[in-house]
């Protein structure tokens, strides 16, 4: 998604003007980054970080944290003309012990003999094809990136640690063992303060990566002594080479150290873990990434997400309904506030990506820079002239009964002239999602109810005016048309809306009882641009199976 000459065919004048004055969220994150450096000059690389624990598959959380950062990274090569190199290094923690087995993989009962090793000792429980279960979890995991066309350089931590990458900063936080004990042991529990250490050695006995308390450590010889639980022996060991891995707050401080990390956001949950990782980061001589802590995401009940719990929405359900774009958008919209992530928020991120993408090409730089889609697309969002949305064409399936994607094409030729599934692939992709979505989500729920006396009345009344109407009548004209019903009629009028001549609006009720009798849904987009794709003869056909009872039976 980002490479370090993103911006540079498009980087002109007019650009670095409204950088320097968008509020957009990442230009403000990038703008804490151009402050950390602005006295002292930039290093030779910025270094951008998110994080990964492989016992488990790549997520919605993991696209969204990489997908946020990268739109950080892109806004800070524009802030600083593109003339300073970036890096964003994916990490994975794939040292950690093995806590648990997951649910969801084959081969559990072997995997339980392995509860305590790192994940890179753990064997592969799906195929033969990795050395081990972290192995494997983080090809899932550059292949997951891949998918989406991020721009990074992947690291692992067991090799981070066993090649000595970090032994430097390893002696650095041995030698301060006791300044980092005071920070973390006031902030544990009495049984947990007995055996914590900074340091977890790799056992020689077991493998396992041991939680045990040290009795003793040497920073001039740079090692800790600990006793061996399966033995009961005293061992001292290194704590370079790969003999041992860190706690996550002490190993998150001495990551950022190590690697000299710029940059690197972590959600709500983690405030306190940020706090604590950078008091560590300073003993250790480093200066503590910028970054911020964004808002976790809820399932339909409101409820925090969880993988253990399976709540909520995976990525390949969200892309089972709707394209990439959509969830680009979810993820950049209000990063710092909780949101839903559940089926009924698609149709809406659908439209509005296409909402937003559709004013690109009109808007000043400054309203540019301030369109999500200039930063989910590094600055080049694509021309998209898309002549249904999605909503419509969920109503058009729901009101159709369509199976498959002809027979809406059919409509959809017919409202926009010259439009066919291979000038609109993009459309024609929508159309296949508009299907899954509408047999998996809407379908079940539909429910068409009778309408009254009065509701009977206006839809005799809409009926007559709409065999008076070209058949060729544009949405604006059907959509006046209904308004002059509403008016008219004393239950749909609005009194505290005022049409030009002084008489009044129509309330939201009026398209509301046309929705629930003729779709049998709650709400949807414009009705007037709904017939007009959908043909006025079809809805005048809905009509009369609405009044005749029809719907209802169905």
Known sequence: MATDNFVAENLNQDVIDAAAESRAWPFEEARKIVKRYEKKGYPDTVMFETGYGPSGLPHIGTFGEVARTTMVRHAFHVLTENKVKTKLLCFSDDMDGLRKVPENVPNRALMETYLGKPLTRVPDPFTKDY????????????????????????????????????????????????????????????????????????????????????????????????????????????????????????????????LGIDYEMAGKDLIDSVALSSKICRILGGTPPEGFNYELFLDDKGQKISKSKGNGLTIDEWLTYAPTSSLGLYMYQKPKT??????????????????????????????????????????????????????????????????????????????????????QPELD????????????????????????????????????????????????????ALLDIGRVTERYQDHN??????????????????????????????????????GIDETRSLIADALAGKLVNE
């Not at 058009?396 to 498959?404: D, G, I, K, P, Q």
């Open 131 to 258: 050395p081990s279960f972290g192995a494997a979890n983080n090809a899932r995991l550059r292949a997951f990136l891949d998918r989406f066309g991020f721009n990074y350089e992947f690291a692992s931590a067991t090799d981070y640690y066993t090649s000595g990458r970090f032994d430097e900063t390893l002696l650095k936080m041995l030698a301060n063992y006791d300044k980092i004990m005071a920070v973390i042991v006031p902030t544990l529990g009495e049984e947990r303060r007995a055996t914590y250490s900074p340091f977890l050695p790799i056992s020689p006995v077991s493998g396992k990566v041991l939680q045990v308390a040290m009795i003793a450590h040497d920073a001039k010889k740079g090692t800790i002594t600990y006793i061996e639980p399966e033995t009961g022996e005293k061992i001292e060991t290194e704590v370079t080479g790969g003999k041992v891995k860190c706690q996550w707050k002490a190993d998150w401080a001495m990551r950022w150290t190590a």
């Open 338 to 423: 909780a949101k839903r992530l559940y089926f009924d928020v698609i149709p809406k991120a659908v439209d509005e990506y296409y909402s937003f993408l559709s004013a690109y090409p009109k808007q000043s730089w400054k309203d540019r820079l301030n369109n999500p889609v200039w930063h989910m697309h590094n600055g080049n969002p694509p021309k998209v002239d898309l002549p249904v949305p999605f909503a419509m064409l969920l109503n058009l399936v729901s009101a159709s009964n369509a199976e498959n994607a002809d027979v809406l094409w059919g409509f959809i030729s017919r409202y926009a002239k010259g439009a066919t599934p291979e000038n």
């Open 429 to 480: 992709s929508l159309v296949g999602f508009a299907i899954r979505y509408f047999n998996d989500f809407v379908k079940p729920t539909k429910k068409f109810r009778a309408p009254d006396a009065v509701e009977r009345e206006t839809l005799e009344k809409i009926d007559q005016t709409l065999a008076n109407l070209p058949a060729d009548a544009d949405a604006h004209t059907i959509q006046n």
């Open 497 to 534: 809306k005022k049409v030009p001549d002084g008489g009044p609006g129509v309330s939201v009720s009026f398209f509301q009882m046309l929705y629930e009798v003729l779709i049998g849904q709650e709400r949807g987009p414009r009705f007037g641009s709904f017939i007009a794709l959908y």
